[in-house]
């Protein structure tokens, strides 16, 4: 009754439901991963948010980039403002309206500086048009904001280029604006949300990085991969039933025939 299983059309749906389980296995085992990597994110930066901030020179330091456990992480740091130094980082929209990151050099003392992200301000009448950059405080200041690790084209996603207008960037990378600085940069750079004294105007501030649901679609997925691999069986199970159903309804209905053909013959007038 079993034997049409060692045919080649049955043999070729053995192949492929052998290969398809382990493939969701794989996928499955994936987004599993994904997810217990980005919840594990989630965590992390939500905590950074939250816990109370520590001075710069704790986390960051010229040289040392911002490690990935201190992203986010409220700091504090003292100093006087650069504008002759300031820079605009092109493309970065927010709330849907294309505008420009505010950069501007604190310098701490002793030749160092910070690049503090002094918010987002919006994009000019026309792309030639500059924006307009309410200036920073003069004088002494002490900054409060999130640590960030310098962006490369790598870690953004974004390729920089040359031709830009002056004092125009696409990429808050870290060592290429220190280069020709008065002052050594510390790794990293401040997104600031609080500075004393508070200037008369500023930059909108930057949002707060959206941490999601912390990987929740990637469990998601991987449960339904893994109940793909219970479909792929219960079908393939299923397949072989129903074919062995009409096999086993075929041969009764074939023996019922050549029976009452015997019959017939018996009763037929000699």
Sequence with gaps: ????????????????VLLVIPAFVFLGRWQFGRF????????????NIQAAPVPLERLAAPGRPVREDDRFRKVTVAGTYDPSHALLVRRRPQEGRPGYYVLTPLVTGRGTAVIVNRGWVKAGATADTPPEVPPPPAGQVTVTGRLR???????????ERSGLPPGQVLLIDIGRIGKGLPYT??????????????????????????????????????????????????????????????????????????????????????
């Design 1 to 16: 009754m079993y034997r049409f299983l060692l045919t080649p059309r049955w043999l070729a749906l053995h192949v492929v």
């Design 36 to 47: 217990e990597e980005r919840s594990a994110n989630s965590e992390r930066v939500t905590a």
């Design 185 to 270: 940069l510390v790794g990293g750079y401040v997104e600031l949300t609080g500075q004393q004294p508070r200037p008369a105007a500023a930059p909108a501030p930057v949002p707060a990085p959206d941490v999601g649901a912390g990987g929740g679609l990637n469990l998601a997925y991987g449960v339904q991969w893994w109940l793909f691999i219970g479909i792929a069986i219960g079908g393939w199970i299923l397949l072989i039933r129903r074919e062995v159903a009409e096999r086993r309804a075929a041969s009764e209905g074939s023996e019922g025939a050549e029976a009452s053909e015997a019959e017939e013959a018996e009763s037929a007038p000699r």
């Design 149 to 159: 690790p310098g962006e490369t084209e790598e870690s953004s996603g974004i390729r």
